[in-house]
Each structure stands twice: as C-alpha cells, then as structure tokens.
C-alpha cells in the first residue's frame, strides 16, 4: 500500500518568513495529493491540492509543486501569519473515485510573532 | 464543497459497551463514505471504505466484526464500535468525496471509553 512521510514534524518560523513542508510517497500510482490544515480538535480543512498531470499550483500565499519522478510534494507558505500555525497533513491517494486517503504523520506550524 | 456531519460529537461510554456513530452527506449522495480515526497527536488512519448497499472494505489490520459499518442510504454511513475498551478512545472522521474534487470531512466524533 500507500506510504506517505512528512518533514518536519515541527516547523517554527518568524511571522512574514516562508514555511515549507516535504511529503514524500512510495506509491507511483497514486495521482492525488492534497494538503489539509487541523486546528485542535477540529476536522482537517483542505487548503490546496494538486493532481499528476500538474507540476505546481498556487492559491495566494500557498503554494504546491510536485515532482512525480523523485515521488515528493511539497507545501510552501509565504508571508506567514499566526492563523497559519497549525498541524498540517499532506495526503496521497489513487484518486479513483473510490480511494481513501493515506497521510503524512503532520507538521506542527508555529509562527513566531 | 459537500456538507458533511456527524453525531455524536463527543461520547463517554462504559468498557464493553457498542457506540454508533452517525456519519450523513447532507448535500450529496455518497456511494462511497470513508472512515478514519485519529489518536491524540497523531495522523489521520484510514480504517474503511463504507459503501452504500455492499459490504464495507476494511483496511489491513482492522478489525471488521469490531468496527461495523453500514452504508443503508446514499446520505448516511454509521460506525458501530462494538464492546468498546479504553484503547478505542479516539477521535473518529469520516469523509465524502466528489468526483474530481477532493475529500470533506465531517466535524469527527471524540469517543472516550472508561
């Protein structure tokens, strides 16, 4: 099956700094790889995703670049602001409809002010 | 995106006692419903596929006769935790995917067993 690792587990920066996250995933079928941000206690909302056909996407300050050769993503946060901090988990999947997820074991995000 | 809720939102039960959690697309109709459960601090596991009318397809290591799922309608999936002990406390999400979109998760169910 499916297996996603995350880096780093912990992500301190600087207000306004950029943060950026590594996933990687062993599955060269998978075709689907979304980020979600978890506040505590609360259910995982996503913040961008991105498909194989694509190499990079951006939404504002976020921003996901895939690199289907070396089977890596990464998520990349410009201009930082402390709503940003939070644990974020990247997500692979076949995307066929009936595929459920396999995450990343999260990044705990801390923006210092 | 899909509108997706669950109930309860948190529960307390007794060791040896069966919880049922509710999962409902409420703006969609879901054939296929995920179910996940997420230990404190931990990553989100995928434990099953519910899907409606047919057997649920659970994932290595899972046990199905401990987790039922039913899927009797296209709006609503439901977890049974059966005689529930204190190492099934968890947080429980399930989740309804649009085709060609992305996964919406429901608010998750906080189950504590004492």
């Known amino acids: 099956g499916e297996n996603v690792e995350q880096h780093p587990s912990t992500l301190s920066v600087q207000e306004g700094d950029s943060a950026v996250i590594k996933c990687t995933y062993s599955d060269s079928a998978s075709n689907y790889f979304p980020w979600y941000k978890q506040e505590l206690g609360k259910r995982p909302q996503l913040i961008i995703d991105?498909?194989?056909?694509?190499g990079e996407k951006k939404d504002q300050r976020i921003a996901v670049t895939l690199n289907k050769t070396a089977k890596h993503f990464s998520l990349h946060i410009t201009e930082t602001q402390p709503e940003d901090s939070a644990v974020y988990f990247c997500a692979a999947s076949g995307g066929g409809g009936a595929d459920g997820l396999t995450f990343g074991k999260g990044t705990h995000l801390i923006i210092q002010p | 995106g899909a509108v997706v809720s669950q109930h309860p939102s948190r529960v307390i039960c007794k060791s040896g006692t069966s919880v049922k959690i509710e999962c409902r697309s409420l703006?969609?109709?879901?054939?296929?419903m995920f179910w996940y459960r997420q230990f404190p601090k931990q990553s989100l596991m995928l434990m099953a596929t519910s899907n409606e009318g047919s057997k649920a397809t659970y994932e290595q290591g899972v046990e199905k006769d401990k987790f039922l799922i039913n899927h009797a309608s296209l709006t609503l999936s439901t977890l049974t935790v059966t005689s529930a002990h204190p190492e099934d406390s968890s947080f429980y999400i399930c989740?309804?995917?649009?085709?060609?979109?992305?996964?919406?998760f429901g608010p998750g169910t906080r189950l504590l067993v004492l």
């Open positions: 989740s309804v995917e649009l085709p060609g979109e992305t996964q919406y």
């Open positions: 991105i498909r194989s056909n694509v």
């Open positions: 703006d969609f109709q879901a054939t296929t």
